[in-house]
């Protein structure tokens, strides 16, 4: 169980405390609110026909006898569907690499959606799909991240004249100097291949036009910034026509629910049928090949260099990210870890050379961390290679480069300022609770046995909060420096509090987020608190739960407009007791003369007088209890300086993980034996959401490691489609995580909380990494691919080249 | 169109279906019983699970026809009369063995069956029993610690 809260723990009678989680009472009770859920009368249910080349002509489509199928509505094509709206949003200035849902006249990876059909029933959809002809003409596709770069490799998207989306080097600091002035290097390529989030719940979005309101309404299982604006874009119609219901709940996504392109054909198909709502919910191989939900797929090659010491001067890195046939926001991947691209350590400058290439798979999208977490694993990857090198053991080596505690707030080479943080306490805490001694004892008497085993530690940084402005140094026309979040509250004449979120959940707990901070600045009971989730007509400004961002942006929002009705009664009760208002003190709702306590006004009397009592009110003042606050992200909001240097995100979390595994030598198969923690993420707003995103995220970071991969064949068919050839991690690859909690509060944030929902997964695929070469280094070999499935380590182990 | 007359959550139910419907469609679509979620569709996931006369089965891989005749029990059943939640619907929301909630009713299927062998379980036993079960949020181990409880509230109860 996670350990009590040390001294720097604030003092609070809800934020920390161990709650049940508001949530929890409907979803663990089979009440959720799922878009699959939603039945709106009439329904008409889409299903989709993918393209089986991974790129071809698209010659003729022949839907006549889908079309004449009885309870078929509409057939509807790629080149139909493109005559009708604009692109989807790309985000990079590459105007001639265009997306929209359905191919046009062109297919870029198998599984490509061609063509939809909208039925009365999924099945007839589905019987309809296979009576739709398509001629195409098959056409060499381009599969492997380094040939695309290569002159002669066929071109995904012609226009554009070149597999390059975006290329740019960085140099931050005297990388040159520090280069020269090291006494030594050392150079490595580590490998991070294609893999997701895969939540359980696929993606599903429901569409129903409103004729008489000119309103498009939307049910979706979405998380994503800007979803309502990509969709008036694409759709042509004004913003304000655009509804997004925010009370549906999704069923996971850890960043990838991001069906732009389904809902622009339910959205459009309702449209062009008067208004008739549509849905299309994915099937697991919709979502598997052609949902466009894979994550990143990388090859770093980085040069490290070092003093002999153990101290790290500077780093090289090329990063060479596939983003797949249709970028999206894949591509800032690379810019993300821009935010803590020396990790947790002293570097002093840091060359970046990101490059994205478009391939015929299907499209990236965001996958927790956005990018930092291939990223962790390589600068982890370097550190650990480092040690090796020069023989030193791996946590003094990470100890003599932590940026120490009293160097905080701690610029980066990037311009990036960490919050605060206590690097060298967290480790020695994680050190402890894994017990090193111990796990070296049991890894050497397991290496005495003639076994494979290894200790695995790896620390990473987790960056919450979202200020994007890696968007501006990756493209100058995203002139964006605003990334606000917005909360509304209202208290009722009964006293009960309501508050008002803008955007979706799916599992972060943030009705609980909100309910808790409101109700520790209020003094009111959380569980007495309501949170909604408003629409996107009727909500505050909001980018969405992404970044780690909501216990820092929401909470910070919840606790603003909270405060402000706290003023509010201030002034109410200081003109009805006669006193000024630095003469009242305040306790559980209730406002007492200071000078003479038996003189006081509680809660219910205050919301009367608020709502029905305009003659006692303070001249002015404005009848009713309602606020609203909206909160620009601490310590940006500028624009990088001529060095790129630029603030991105404001707040820094830090974990330390430790695993001791074993390797079969037969097989290859890794068991992990033991896996402890220690992590800070500031104030912990909800002791179990944390310990469960933490957790979550390690197991997550396991897939990552040792199993995920969404695999294609040289020939560009896509290999894992199904959760038998995708494979994630049961309860029984997920070891018991041991955790241990510490707090350095940021100064940036209303309660000196930070976000918590990647750490896990940024800081467990190094970790595992580390563990599996610690055990390969007594046979002098080196596996710095992930995952690293049991046949691949088989075939390190048993000489095989075809690693 | 078949009718099919089941018992769901100890109640006599029927309808008619298409002979290609699967259970789960059946039950969420034509029987309005919408806890139970579609996750895979090919049997690994555990999302779709349901107990069917006393065990857990994929009611994605049944059609609607394989279970006329036959006893169903859904999350919706491990609900108490009223309505609110059962002692392992309520040890979820304390262990909070759960985030996004979508894996969560075939988890607390799975729990349901096992507790109804043992309320005391090891921690092998709990592993084998929802071994079968994928959640992506959680890393399964707040889910133990919520089968534990309720196993644990179910033997103080008895």
Known sequence: ?????????????????????????????????????????????????????????????????????????????????????????????????????????????????????????????????????????????????????????????????????????????????????????????????????????????????????????????????????????????????????????????????????????????????????????????????????????????????????????????????????????????????????????????????????????????????????????????????????????????????????????????????????????????????????????????????GRLAGIGVATCLEPGGGNNMFEYLMNPAAEITTFMEGCGIRVDSSGRITGIMGTTTSGQGHETLVATIMGEELEREPDDIRVLHADSLAGLPTRSPVASRMAIMLGGAAAGAARKIKDKLIKIAAHNLGVGESELDYDGGTFFDRANPARKLTWEQLCIIAHRQYHKLPAGLEPGLQAEYVWQVPGGGQLPDAQDKVQLYPCFSFQAHFALIEIDPGTGKVSILDYALAHDCGTVINPDIVRGMIIGGVAHGIGAALYEQFTYAPDGQFMSATFADYLMPSVFEVPFVRDVEHCTPSPLTSHGQKGSGEGGYLGAPACIASAVNDALSTRNLCLDSLPMHMMKIEALLNGDSQT | MSMIKLTVNGVARSASAEPRMSLLDFLRENLGLNATHMGCEHGVCGACSVILDGAPVRSCLLFAVQADGHAITTAEGLRKDDGTPGVIMDSFMEAHGLQCGYCTPGMMIAAHALLEQTTSPSDDEIHEAIGGNLCRCTGYAQIVEAIRLAGRRMKDAS
């Open chain 1, 1 to 449: 169980m996670t350990a009590p809260l040390d001294s720097h723990a604030p003092n609070t009678r809800y934020v920390a405390r161990k709650r049940r989680v508001t949530e929890d009472k409907r979803l663990a009770a089979g009440r959720g609110n799922f878009v699959q859920d939603i039945v709106l009368p009439g329904m008409l249910h889409v299903a989709v026909l993918a393209s089986p080349h991974p790129r071809a002509k698209i010659l003729s489509i022949d839907t006549s006898a889908a079309l004449a199928l009885p309870g078929v509505a509409a057939v509807l094509t790629g080149a139909q569907l493109s005559a009708a709206t604009n692109p989807l949003y790309g985000g990079l200035p590459t105007p001639e690499v265009k997306w929209y849902p359905l191919a046009v006249d062109l297919t870029r990876y198998a599984g490509e959606w061609v063509a939809v059909v909208a039925a009365t029933s999924r099945g007839l959809a589905e019987d309809a799909i296979e009576l739709i002809a398509v001629e195409y003409e098959s056409l060499p596709c381009i599969i492997d991240p380094e040939a695309a770069l290569l002159p002669d490799a066929p071109l995904v998207h012609p226009g554009h004249k070149s597999n390059v989306l975006y290329r740019q080097t960085f140099t931050w600091g005297p990388v040159a100097d520090d280069f020269a002035k090291a006494e030594d290097t050392l150079t490595f390529r580590a490998r991070w291949n294609r893999s997701s989030t895969v939540p359980i719940e696929t993606f599903g979005a429901l569409a129903r036009w409103d004729i008489g309101r000119e309103i498009i309404e939307i049910w979706a299982s979405i998380q994503m910034p800007n979803y309502a604006e990509q969709i008036a874009a694409s759709l042509r119609i004004p913003l304000n026509s655009v509804k997004v219901h925010h009370d549906v709940d999704v069923g996971g996504s850890y960043g990838v629910k991001r069906g732009i392109k389904h809902t622009i054909i339910v959205a459009h198909l309702s449209r062009m049928l008067g208004g008739v709502p549509v849905r299309l919910i994915e099937d697991r191989l919709d979502n598997m090949s052609g949902g466009d939900a894979h994550g990143p797929d990388r090859i770093f090659d980085t040069t490290v260099a070092f003093d002999k010491n153990g101290s790290i001067r500077s780093l090289k890195i090329r990063a060479l990210d596939d983003a797949g046939a249709y970028p999206g926001r894949g591509p800032f991947q690379l810019g993300k870890p821009i935010a803590a691209l020396v990790g947790p350590y002293t570097i002093n400058s840091v060359e970046y050379e990101a490059i994205s290439v478009t391939t015929n798979k299907t499209g990236q999208v965001p996958v927790r961390g956005f990018g930092q977490s291939p990223t962790n694993f390589m600068i982890e990857t370097a550190v650990d290679k480092v040690a090796r090198h020069l023989g030193l053991d791996r946590l003094e080596i990470r100890r003599r480069n932590f940026i120490a505690p009293n160097a905080f707030p701690y610029e980066i080479p990037t311009g990036t300022k960490y919050d605060s943080g206590n690097y060298p306490a967290v480790l020695d805490k994680g050190i402890a609770l894994a017990d090193w001694q111990h796990l070296t004892l049991r890894r050497d008497a397991i290496r005495k046995e």
